[in-house]
């Protein structure tokens, strides 16, 4: 015969284990913090500002139909 289980117990703690399992789901998607997040914005919007910065004037953005 198998062992014998307290289905209470047993309820309780796979509901422990699918708690925890959402949570690390969360502080993978929202684990960034406020200031690293403000961070990475300023990067990018001086990144994009340099390049900007170093783009000709008088080409075009979009390739032309030939001819």
Excluded: Y
Excluded at 17 to 32: I, K, L, M
Excluded at 39 to 46: D, H, N, P, T
Aim: hydrophobic share 30%.
């Amino acid at each position: 015969m198998g062992e014998v289980v307290n289905l209470r117990r047993a309820r309780k703690a796979a509901k422990r284990r699918s708690d925890e399992a959402h949570a690390q789901e969360n502080r993978v998607r929202f684990g960034v913090s406020k200031a690293d997040r403000q961070a990475g914005e300023q990067s990018r919007a001086q990144a994009e500002r340099l390049l900007d910065g170093h783009r000709l004037e008088g080409t075009p953005d979009e390739p032309s139909d030939g001819g």
